[in-house]
């Protein structure tokens, strides 16, 4: 059913300035709220439901039937407690030096100074060992110490080659073991 130009023509001339203002708004408003009022209604109901999966979560550990998760302090007190204390310092050093006879590595007299960080409070044992193996070897070490050891802290490599030909590297490895002070 086709409706004839002049009638719409004069039904518009009939509302006037306000009646097709009005018609402009109901326009309007018909396509802002799928286009923007849609997602951002989505978004409240997202927000609903992570309020309600909280609640629950909450009720659970009210409940006793899920664990409470740990605090920052727990956290930090667990992390010391698995750092080696400082009478096992010996004892990681020695592991080193096992590490490095796995790897046939030959270690030189190294430097060691203790001290105690002033940030974190935790003893350090700065060491500096002189090095000598090839670079396979040298890998596998920095590996098998970085695995075994977590409280050691590799801060500084340093190889170098006498003569292209050589496959031994000598060079040092600076490192840091973090102890707890219990």
């Not at 006037?16 to 799928?34: R, S």
């Not at 009478?87 to 430097?111: F, N, S, W």
């Not at 409070?121 to 590996?143: C, E, K, M, N, T």
């Amino acid at each position: 059913m086709q409706i004839p130009r002049l009638i719409v023509y004069e039904y518009l001339q009939g509302l006037g300035v306000p009646g097709l203002a009005g018609a402009a708004l109901v326009l309007i408003a018909l396509v802002y709220g799928p286009a923007v009022l849609m997602p951002e209604w989505q978004a409240l109901q997202q927000l609903n439901q992570q309020t309600r999966e909280a609640s629950e979560y909450l009720a659970r550990v009210e409940d006793g039937s899920v664990a409470a998760p740990a605090g920052p302090q727990r956290q930090l007190d667990d992390f010391h407690s698995k750092l080696p204390s400082q009478p096992q310092a010996t004892v990681a050093i020695d592991k080193i030096y096992a590490l490095a006879a796995q790897e046939h590595i030959t270690l030189a007299r190294g430097e060691y100074s203790l001290g105690i960080d002033p940030k974190t409070h935790l003893a350090r044992y700065q060491i500096l060992l002189p090095v000598r193996g090839s670079y396979p070897q040298l890998r596998r070490f920095l590996h098998a110490l970085l695995g075994q050891l977590p409280a050691v802290v590799v801060e500084d490599v340093e190889f170098q080659r006498k003569k292209i030909a050589d496959t031994d590297l000598t060079g040092r490895i600076r490192m840091t073991l973090y102890l707890s002070r219990s």
